[in-house]
């Protein structure tokens, strides 16, 4: 059996599209373009590559009250079976909102 690399990225994303997941009860699918990515001390970075790309990213639903297109979200994630996950609870600080301009 292969083990799963712990692995974390803080990642600067600017929604384009949202809505609820569609396997994962009490989580939303934001379709992201990935502005920036930096590592998290002690982890591995899976998710680095996608800078300047779109990717899907499944966020708890009880942390995306009120986003719309445009909103620029720091957060951190992970890879996790094939699928990038942000925190189910973020740390303070950790994700953070700037609404669109």
């Known amino acids: 059996m ?3 690399t712990e692995n974390l990225t803080a990642l600067t994303v600017r929604l384009v599209t949202t809505g609820p997941h569609p396997r994962l009860r009490g989580w939303d699918r934001f379709g992201a373009d990935v502005l920036g990515a930096q590592p998290v001390v002690g982890y591995a970075d899976l998710l680095s590559r996608h800078v300047g790309h ?3 990213l499944a966020v708890p639903s009880s942390l995306t009250a009120g986003l ?7 957060l ?3 890879l996790a079976g094939g699928e990038a996950l942000a925190e189910k609870r973020p740390p303070p600080g950790t994700f953070v909102v700037e609404p669109p301009p």
Do not use: K, T, W, Y
């Open 54 to 56: 779109r990717l899907d």
């Open 76 to 78: 951190r994630a992970r």
């Open 68 to 74: 719309v297109p445009g909103a620029v979200v720091r």
């Open 2 to 4: 292969v083990q799963a």
